[in-house]
């Protein structure tokens, strides 16, 4: 595979990498909704030349570009879906449907796998083996991922290797981070309801008050982290909406509160849900109320192989030899490249894409989210190389 014929595909597909962009920016579909961009990817994808493009219901397209010699199968998943977010932006590219916006960069993820796919079907010819490439609906938390894979996505072959990438606005243009291991967490939906007797507000003795109950199942899960797992490991639970009542002088019957928890690895999470279901029943007890939890999994952890890490490492540095690569970036924020990265062996690399001197540095998922276009070439070129050498390397 030439490197340097990459290179130099990869810049010049800028000029379009930033026009598919904008066109994707200016018209954001929410997840289970991308039939537009469905159709424009689709397009693009046969424009290209490659003939092995398919639909994936109901809103994904997947493309195979089948290389000239015999070899392996890579995985490559390129997300799709906008957010729920009016856009603040005065950019001539801003959202043009209200309330939805590009507000992740899955606009330019999208852009990243054309360019992509554009560079290895031109060099068709000298790939070992087969790419796979899957864009991918519904990724922020509507179960995209899990979608795709029902439809089979990884079988008939399954892949070899799966890689994913995700432009990064907390760190600055040319920044890389490229960790082994678990490096984004497990995300579980958690909402309690409680359950006691109603009354009138002067008179709370006889009442069962789900309120107060509320209050303190709120306070006691503050220690829950604390307390209850290793202080090496990590764990984040968040409450963030507590409902109740809806008069000033009624003490009311019902109140439910909801929230996430984030965890990297299945032991931890087992057990901060076992400590949550008896801390919010025995609270909830204590105020002679009924507290019942309900926990709905939404992503594994993200781990990524160690071998293959370590090779995408070696690579970025021949590639990149003057970018600052990060080896320990790890967040609690969570991806349901989880999904793919728990049945194949991969990883997903991060791609810092802000640029503080022009104001693209607002955080994921801000109204006025934007990232500096320059790093759409750098992540095809990086994203293109990667998947063919580990093709010819695992041969």
Not at 2 to 24: C, G, N, Q
Not at 55 to 79: M, Y
Not at 172 to 191: C, K, N, Q
Request: aromatic share 6%; proline share 5%; net charge negative.
């Amino acid at each position: 595979m030439d490197v340097e014929k990459i290179a130099l595909a990869s810049l010049d597909l800028h000029p379009r990498l930033v026009e598919w962009r904008r066109d994707f920016h200016r018209h954001p579909e929410l997840g289970f909704e991308e039939e537009r961009t469905q159709q424009v990817l689709f397009g693009i994808l046969q424009e290209a030349g490659i003939a092995d493009v398919h639909t994936v219901p109901p809103t994904g397209v997947l493309a195979t570009i089948h290389g000239g010699n015999p070899g392996r199968l890579g995985f490559l998943r390129f997300d799709m879906d906008a957010l729920p977010i009016q856009e603040e932006s005065e950019a001539p590219y801003a959202s043009q449907i209200p309330g939805k916006m590009h507000a992740c960069g899955h606009d330019g993820h999208m852009a990243i796998g054309l360019g992509v796919a554009h560079v290895l079907q031109e060099l068709q010819s000298s790939l070992h083996g087969d790419i796979r490439l899957l864009f991918q609906p519904a990724e922020e938390g509507l179960g995209g991922a899990q979608a795709c894979i029902d439809t089979g996505v990884l079988e008939n072959p399954r892949p070899d290797f799966a890689l994913g990438m995700h432009l990064w606005n907390t760190q600055p243009l040319g920044w890389w981070g490229i960790t082994s291991g678990a490096v984004m967490a497990g995300s579980d939906r958690i909402e309690i309801r409680l359950e006691g007797k109603g009354g009138h507000g002067a008179a709370p003795h006889l009442a069962q008050d789900v309120v107060l109950a509320g209050a303190h199942i709120l306070t006691a899960l503050q220690s829950l982290v604390s307390r209850t797992i290793d202080p090496l490991e990590t764990a984040v639970l968040s409450m963030t909406t507590f409902h109740a009542g809806n008069a000033d002088n009624v003490i009311p019957q019902r109140a439910v509160l909801e929230g996430t928890m984030r965890t990297m690895n299945e032991a931890v999470r087992d057990g901060m849900l076992a400590r949550l279901k008896t801390l919010v029943s025995q609270q909830a007890a204590s105020f002679a109320c009924k507290g019942e939890v309900t926990v709905t999994p939404l992503t594994k952890p993200l781990v990524n192989d160690a071998a293959i890490t370590a090779e995408l490492q070696r690579l970025h540095e021949k590639i990149f030899p003057e970018a600052d690569l990060c080896s320990s970036e790890r967040v609690m924020a969570s991806e349901d490249m989880a999904s793919y990265l728990a049945i194949v062996p991969g990883c997903y690399v991060f791609v810092g894409s802000a640029n503080p001197e022009r104001g693209l540095d607002y955080a994921h998922h801000h109204p006025r989210f934007d990232f500096d276009e320059a790093v759409l070439s750098s992540a095809v070129r990086f994203m293109a190389t990667a998947g063919a050498t580990l093709l010819k390397m695992l041969k």
